[in-house]
Nanobody
Framework: QVQLVESGGGLVQAGGSLRLACAAS????????MGWYRQAPGKQRDLAAT???????NYADSVKGRFTISRDNAKRTVYLQMDGLKPEDTAVYYC?????????WGKGTLVTVSS
């Protein structure tokens, strides 16, 4: 069983930065694609960024150039550096680990960006 625990959320002013972290238990972390997804109030959960086991990254158009995803397999942790935050980035941010036959989600961390 894999557990994912997010941290680093909080309240920040527009234009500010936050760094989210997601720590995973278990040894399969390094084999999976890690992703950050976000869900704003009243909206569906959408992709923000993903990173494969080989380090290939993918970003939603809305965060390109502002967010950076990275991973440290030795620490079993994935990060999301968020710069130039906007009020529309306000959401609960969820970590996801994807394997060929299994998917795990964290419980989320709230990011609030004030204008």
């Amino acid at each position: 069983q894999v557990q994912l625990v997010e941290s680093g959320g909080g309240l920040v002013q527009a234009g500010g930065s936050l760094r989210l972290a997601c720590a995973a238990s278990g040894t399969i972390f390094s084999r999976g694609t890690m992703g950050w997804y976000r869900q704003a109030p009243g909206k569906q959960r959408d992709l923000a960024a993903t990173i494969t086991s080989g380090g290939t990254t993918n970003y939603a158009d809305s965060v390109k150039g502002r967010f950076t995803i990275s991973r440290d397999n030795a620490k079993r942790t994935v990060y999301l550096q968020m710069d130039g935050l906007k009020p529309e980035d306000t959401a609960v941010y969820y970590c996801r680990l994807s394997l060929p036959t299994l998917t795990y989600w964290g419980k989320g961390t709230l990011v609030t960006v004030s204008s």
